[in-house]
C-alpha cells in the first residue's frame, strides 16, 4: 500500500532551523516531493528529489533522502514568518497522480 | 501564481444537485489531474487525464466523472451530491508523462453542499 506520514504540527521559533519529517511506505517511488500551502491558497511546489539521491538544497531548502528506512526531511534554514503554512510530503510511481501526507503545520514563534 | 485556474472559486448547492467544477492548465501542459481536500481524508487524487484520454484514476467515486477537452481544459462533475462532499477541488497539470511529474496547483473550488 501506499501510506505517507507526517507529524501534524512543528513550533519554531524565528530564525531557527526548521525540520519537517516525513515517511513513505513504498519504496518503488521514484520522486518525492515537497508542497507548501498557505491558508486559503493552493499547494505551492517547493522542491523533489529523485529516489537515487541523498541530497537536495535550493537556497534555504535542504531535502535529505534516506531511501533505506524510506525516510525524506525537509530542513528550512533561518526560519521566517513567512514560512508558517502547511507542508506536504507527497510521492509519486510514476505518471500517476501524487500520494500526499496528512501535512505538518508549522508555527512560527517570535 | 501557478498559471493554473480554476472556476467557480467558490459553489454551495444543496444535496442531490449536480455541479461541474472547471479547471484550465498551464500553457503546455497536457496532463490534468483532480485532487479532492477535506479534513477527513486529507489530499487524496481522483483522477487524471492526458491529452484528452483517461489516464489513471485514484479514489474517485462512481457519481464523479471528469474529462478533457481537444483545448486541453478540463471538467470535473460531481452528482447526487452528499454533505460528505463538500471540500476543496483541486487541479494540476504537468508537462506530460513520466516519472518526473511535476505537478502545479490551481487555487481550488470550495465545494458546500448544505
Known amino acids: 500500500g501506499e501510506d505517507v506520514e507526517q507529524s501534524l504540527f512543528l513550533s519554531v521559533r524565528e530564525g531557527d532551523s526548521s525540520v519537517i519529517n516525513c515517511t513513505y511506505t513504498?519504496?518503488?517511488?521514484?520522486?518525492l516531493y515537497w508542497y507548501k500551502q498557505e491558508p486559503g491558497a493552493g499547494l505551492q511546489l517547493l522542491t523533489y528529489?529523485?529516489?537515487?539521491?541523498d541530497m537536495k538544497q535550493d537556497q534555504r531548502l535542504t531535502v535529505l533522502l534516506n531511501k533505506k528506512d524510506k525516510h525524506l526531511s525537509l530542513r528550512i534554514a533561518d526560519t521566517q514568518t513567512g514560512d508558517s503554512a502547511i507542508y506536504f510530503c507527497?510521492?509519486?510511481?510514476?505518471?500517476?497522480?501524487?500520494?500526499f501526507g496528512k501535512g505538518t503545520h508549522l508555527i512560527i514563534q517570535p | 501564481d501557478s498559471g493554473v485556474t480554476q472556476t467557480p472559486k467558490h459553489l454551495i448547492t444543496a444535496t442531490g444537485q449536480r455541479v461541474t467544477l472547471r479547471c484550465s492548465p498551464r500553457?503546455?501542459?497536457?496532463?490534468v489531474y483532480w485532487y479532492q481536500q477535506s479534513l477527513d481524508q486529507g489530499l487524496q487524487f481522483l483522477i487524471q487525464?492526458?491529452?484528452?484520454?483517461?489516464?489513471a484514476k485514484g479514489n474517485i467515486l462512481e457519481r464523479f466523472s471528469a474529462q478533457q477537452f481537444p483545448d486541453l481544459h478540463s471538467e470535473l462533475n460531481l452528482s447526487s451530491l452528499e454533505l460528505g462532499d463538500s471540500a476543496l477541488y483541486f487541479c494540476?497539470?504537468?508537462?506530460?508523462?513520466?516519472?518526473?511529474?511535476?505537478?502545479?496547483f490551481g487555487p481550488g473550488t470550495r465545494l458546500t453542499v448544505l
Open positions: 500553457s503546455g501542459d497536457l496532463s
Open positions: 528529489i529523485f529516489s537515487n539521491m
Open positions: 513504498d519504496s518503488s517511488s521514484t520522486y
Open positions: 487525464y492526458y491529452n484528452g484520454e483517461e489516464r
Open positions: 507527497a510521492e509519486t510511481l510514476g505518471a500517476d497522480g501524487l500520494t
Open positions: 494540476a497539470s504537468s508537462v506530460a508523462l513520466g516519472n518526473r511529474n511535476e505537478q502545479f
